[in-house]
Nanobody, 126 residues
Framework: QVQLVESGGGLVQPGGSLRLSCAASGFTLGNYGIGWFRQAPGKEREGVSCIGSSDGSPLYADSVKGRFTISRDNAKNTVYLQMNSLKPEDTAVYYC???????????????????WGQGTQVTVSS
């Protein structure tokens, strides 16, 4: 059974850090492009970062460039999103997705029919 499970979300103060994990089962994550997306209350789901299966240069949304880093550990079949210098506007449910993209794109609509996790809540607040 193909499954993605996110973890690592929580409540953090502005300026703090969190590392989200996306663990895969039922398939080899290293053969897939991986995307991180988020959805804030009342807003559409948006792309945050992605990396293709070819492990080329990752993409980041302008709003997170320089603060977030995507990485993968193929031995653990897990992808991470390191989030630093968090801001209140980063508050959202974060999702990971896996798709057959050697080179990824951040457009959420491209990923809609791919494999998705259930999401993890990130709240940035003092």
């Amino acid at each position: 059974q193909v499954q993605l499970v996110e973890s690592g979300g929580g409540l953090v103060q502005p300026g703090g850090s969190l590392r989200l994990s996306c663990a895969a089962s039922g398939f080899t994550l290293g053969n897939y492009g991986i995307g991180w997306f988020r959805q804030a209350p009342g807003k559409e789901r948006e792309g945050v970062s992605c990396i293709g299966s070819s492990d080329g240069s990752p993409l980041y949304a302008d709003s997170v460039k320089g603060r977030f880093t995507i990485s993968r550990d193929n031995a653990k079949n897990t992808v991470y999103l390191q989030m630093n210098s968090l801001k209140p506007e980063d508050t959202a449910v974060y999702y990971c997705a896996a798709g057959g993209f050697s080179i990824c794109v951040l457009a959420e609509r491209v990923w809609r029919n791919e494999h998705w996790g259930q999401g993890t809540q990130v709240t940035v607040s003092s």
